[in-house]
């Protein structure tokens, strides 16, 4: 297994001591399996937000140059440093008052010349590969024969958008510190390589960051938190439409972490998870936005009974995080909680995963302009949009004309929703807050994240990928109540 490699991307759930084999039969990561053997490493750049750094070198050689990327010490201040021998630490730039690096990340330099790429909702900590289930995506990238030239004017790719976060990150102080100091021969020389001398033509899923900060205009915004979703969605030609034939949207969202729920940011969240630009409901009243009914999302969450009948019980439950004086709000969406089980078995989960399938399906060639229920108002248009982006859709002029919304390629089939799996929790500060007009969009991110997006095209599909029972059990109120480490 340690030799097998993934040309075509591979997703699976962690093994954990509790859960091997699996109730559901899925195949199952180890980190070993992950790496390979250490000795064929040659390099790696590795990202997470709690990490046992003592834990995560055995995995290396001691000689092995490595760049992990880290959650500050102190917010407000970047920089770059030497931890061990042939390792450098880097954080990157976050507000003084809250925020977190919380990307998961990896990626490995082989002496082969082969790079793989893992994007995982675990932390490097022992007790996280142990103990609790996580979701682990990799795919392993050839070298090209000879670096080819990349169009600099393409910067909605897979490599391209991983060079931003990398930059974003400040991987870039920590290579050059590698590359003047005591490893001039990395095979990454600049992060503008990784376009140009890995052959990325067989990545199909798309990258969604999350970067911390003030992101001002469409060209910003776009890329990064649920308008990255919103962008990544259009351009799969997973858009739900607007008005009378738009397709029914319900996304389940299981999460580690809870957040500050209203009905205006799940709405927004919402819209862009069917593929609709923020730039629709920008201009509208607050006070429209705050009346607005719950949309249709299942937020999964350990109950307080699930996590005592867990395998480590209550001690497990340490890797959860619920507040209680948030559930006991007024305007809470008690109504929208379901549980979180395993399809593995009685393991509690890490994993950050979305579901999102259509339950009514309509492909008109286009869709009236106008709001959809339960949703944010569109503004109102003189033609009719498109639904599907195959022949290269365009929605608002002021968007699209600074982004560039790319056609997808001609599948024949059509999906039926699609998968998220990465580090963001289903909260406010890993997926971002839109304000600002429809010219001028703004979105503040608190938490640097990152994962994937992929279609998927029947309910096997989606059973395979889910790493939650489906349907969730609905919380029954009264008697359900989110795990929190006050119990």
């Not at 503004?379 to 056609?407: F, Q, R, W, Y």
Request: charged share 20%; glycine share 6%.
């Amino acid at each position: 297994m340690a030799d097998q490699l993934f040309w075509d991307g591979e997703l699976r759930p962690t093994a954990t001591l509790h859960s091997v084999p699996r109730q559901d039969g899925k195949p199952t990561f180890k980190l070993t399996e992950i790496l390979g053997p250490k000795s064929q490493i040659a390099f790696a750049i590795i990202s997470s937000f709690s990490t046992s750094i003592l834990w995560t070198y055995q995995f290396f050689e001691p000689r092995t140059p490595v760049i992990l990327v880290a959650q500050p010490d102190f917010p407000g201040q970047t920089g770059v440093k030497n931890i061990l021998p042939n390792w450098v630490m880097t954080v990157p730039l976050l507000s003084k008052e809250r925020g977190i690096q919380h990307m998961k990340f990896m990626l490995i330099f082989y002496e082969t010349g082969r790079l793989r790429v893992v994007i995982s909702t675990a932390n490097l900590v022992g007790q996280e590969w142990r103990e609790f289930e996580n979701a682990v995506w990799l795919q392993d990238i050839p070298p090209r024969p000879r670096p080819c030239f990349r169009d600099h004017t393409i910067a909605d790719d897979f490599p391209s958008i991983m060079q931003y976060v990398l930059r974003s990150v400040n991987v870039g102080h920590a290579l050059t510190n590698m590359l003047r100091h005591e490893h001039p021969n990395l095979p990454l020389k600049s992060i503008g390589d990784l376009c140009s001398k890995w052959d990325w033509s067989k990545v199909k899923v798309k990258l969604i960051p999350s970067i911390a900060g003030r992101h001002e205009g469409w060209p910003r915004v776009l890329q990064s938190g649920h308008p990255r979703l919103m962008k990544a969605l259009r351009d799969l030609g997973l858009r739900t439409g607007i008005g009378r034939a738009a397709k029914e949207l319900v996304i389940e969202c299981q999460s580690s972490s809870t957040g500050s729920y209203t009905t205006q940011w799940l709405n927004e969240f919402y819209y862009s998870a069917r593929g609709e630009s923020a730039e629709d409901w920008l201009c509208e009243a607050q006070e429209r936005r705050a009346n607005l009914p719950w949309p249709p999302i299942k937020i999964l969450f350990p109950s307080i009974r699930t996590v005592k009948e867990a395998v480590l019980g209550e001690l497990a439950g340490l890797v959860l995080s619920s507040r209680a004086n948030l559930w006991e709000r007024t305007r809470y969406p008690q109504e929208l909680f379901c549980d979180s089980n395993s399809t593995g078995g009685k393991v509690l989960m890490h994993s950050k995963m979305i579901i999102a399938t259509f339950l009514q399906r309509s492909t008109p060639s286009s869709v009236p302009s106008s709001s959809a229920t339960a949703s944010p108002k569109g503004n109102e248009k003189n033609n009719p949009e498109p639904i599907t982006i195959l022949d290269g859709e365009t929605e608002s002029k002021s968007m699209d004309d600074c982004a560039g919304v790319h056609s997808a390629p001609v599948s024949p089939k059509e999906p039926i929703g699609w998968a998220y799996v990465g580090s963001h929790n289903f909260t406010p500060s890993a997926w971002g807050r839109v304000s600002g007009s429809g010219s001028n969009p703004v979105l503040e991110n608190i938490n640097y994240e990152l994962g994937i997006l992929f279609p998927l095209y029947n309910e096997q599909e989606v059973e395979k990928v889910s790493c939650f029972r489906r349907p969730p059990r609905k919380y029954v109120l009264g008697e359900d109540r989110p795990w929190t480490q006050e119990e």
